[in-house]
């Protein structure tokens, strides 16, 4: 075994007593937004270990990515993950990293998941170590990594991608569906004889403007291993007393201007969208407002028309798919799609 600390050394064999595999967890980053987060659960009674936040597993490092450390917890390994991320690692130069490296030299018994974001796009990796216990794997997409251990199968986790990707609301919308998706009894079979998926969960989303370790967007709750009550449940019901994820674009996409005709252009944009409407407007003043494709505000300014025409200022946007909401001074409103393509 490597130098450990003693402290680190005590924690370590009291969770492995309690056979401590922190469960399932998913890391995302938002690459329109700069948004990055990470939600999660375990049936390891945290009461027992108070040394530990509830949602201690994963790290986000605010508009570069997170980490998700989680299987035969041991903190330095943690540690070592987050200086690899703040050295500037790919995902993959992190996790063989964290293999090479491992402070037992047993990485057979971790579990990993990288998101980060590389200069040229997002990238992702994950790890399962073949002595996690069963059942274990990990999904890996595009802008999001999924992993669990000591599951009721592979439906959890296919559960909690299916949910993710569907959810049409913003990252921590996403994050919250996927965690409805393994409410499942027995999720981490551990809690089977508990009536509930687990025994604590969390959801996180940091912002670019964030500091490391205060996320911007943080619920979490634990409960012990004899209280029989569903945390997603509760972390739902958090979740709803402080966000709504339910965009009306069906509605938004009505054009309320009576015989509105109007333009919008260049589509796709390099910097700034010019709109221009085809008959004489009674408002002088427009306010615009522009959406991510998943309802996240991203900016509001007010227009002044001359001759009908307006000019929209797209700069400092991340390229991606939005949508430019026009209302005017009763409440009449238009909606169209663009595309921000800045180039090299």
Not at 95 to 113: A, E, F, I
Not at 115 to 125: E, I
Not at 194 to 211: C, H, R, W
Request: aromatic share 10%; hydrophobic share 40%.
């Amino acid at each position: 075994m490597k130098n450990l600390s003693l402290s680190v050394l005590v924690l370590f064999l009291s969770f492995s007593k309690y056979r401590s595999q922190d469960t399932f967890s998913i890391l995302a980053f938002d690459s329109i937004t700069g948004e990055v987060g990470a939600a999660g659960a375990s049936c390891v009674d945290l009461f027992n270990f108070p040394q530990f936040t509830n949602d201690f597993i994963c790290e986000l490092f605010p508009g570069v990515g997170a980490i998700a450390t989680q299987a035969s917890y041991i903190t330095t390994n943690q540690v070592n993950a987050r200086n690899r991320m703040n050295l500037g690692d790919s995902p993959n130069q992190i996790l063989n990293w964290l293999q090479t490296n491992d402070v037992q030299s047993n990485p057979s018994v971790r579990q990993y998941g990288v998101v980060r974001m590389m200069p040229d796009s997002v990238q992702t990796a994950a790890f399962t170590g073949s002595n996690c216990m069963a059942y274990k794997n990990h999904i890996v997409g595009p802008n999001y990594t999924i992993h669990g251990n000591i599951l009721l199968g592979q439906q959890v986790l296919d559960s909690m991608e299916a949910r993710f990707l569907r959810e049409p609301g913003d990252l921590a919308c996403k994050l919250m569906a996927a965690m409805q998706g393994a409410k499942m009894v027995g999720a981490d079979t551990r809690c089977a004889s508990n009536g509930s998926s687990s025994l604590f969960a969390f959801i996180k989303v940091t912002l670019p403007s964030d500091v490391f370790g205060s996320p911007s967007f943080l619920l979490s709750l634990k409960t012990q291993s004899t209280a029989v009550i569903e945390p997603i449940d509760s972390l739902q019901n958090m979740f709803n007393a402080v966000k709504t994820c339910t965009v009306d674009w069906v509605s938004l996409k009505e054009n309320t201007f009576e015989t509105l005709e109007w333009s919008l252009f260049p589509n796709p944009v390099k910097e700034n969208l010019s709109i221009e409407f085809k008959s004489q407007l009674n408002n002088v003043y427009l306010k615009s407002s522009i959406y991510t494709i998943y309802g996240q505000l991203m900016r509001e300014e007010s227009l002044e028309l001359n001759q009908n025409k307006a000019k929209v200022n797209c700069r400092g946007l991340a390229n991606g798919t939005y949508f430019l909401l026009l209302q005017g001074a009763d409440a009449e409103r238009v909606v169209k799609k663009f595309i921000l393509n800045k180039g090299d």
